[in-house]
């Protein structure tokens, strides 16, 4: 299954976060894949929002792990983009997120494939300037 989604702006970006964050279970997977600048962390603070997180949002990328336990159901947010090895994930206990009770997003998942699980859904956010500078292309896809 694959749904493409576009937005326009940071706020269509955020509402379609903020929606699969409302629509979350726990034990869900996601990863968030896309280059630098293109809108994952809004996305991610749309998740958030729509877990009823207040607290603000930001990007895990020295950290690894960031998670928020004040919404719904607890978040782990994931940032793997500075990540040597896949050992350095089993050294902070990923299993004990991956298959947890919350919500799991991961950034630059694409780096740890081998360690992740069957099933999660893919989220791809691209860009194309020649739909205007704030157009985005969000793909989410079932794996598994």
Known sequence: MMDIYETHSAEETFALGEKIGRDAQPGDIYTLIGDLGVGKTVFTQGVASGLEITEPISSPTFTIVQVY??????????????????????????EDYFYGDGLTMIEWANLIEEILPETYRKV?????????????????????
Do not use: C, N
């Open 69 to 94: 336990d004040e919404g719904r159901m607890p978040f782990y947010h994931f940032d793997v983009y500075r990540i040597g090895d896949v050992d350095e994930m089993d050294e902070i206990g990923y």
């Open 124 to 144: 791809t956010i691209e860009k194309d300037l020649q739909k205007g500078v704030d157009y985005r292309r969000i793909t989410i896809e079932q794996i598994g």
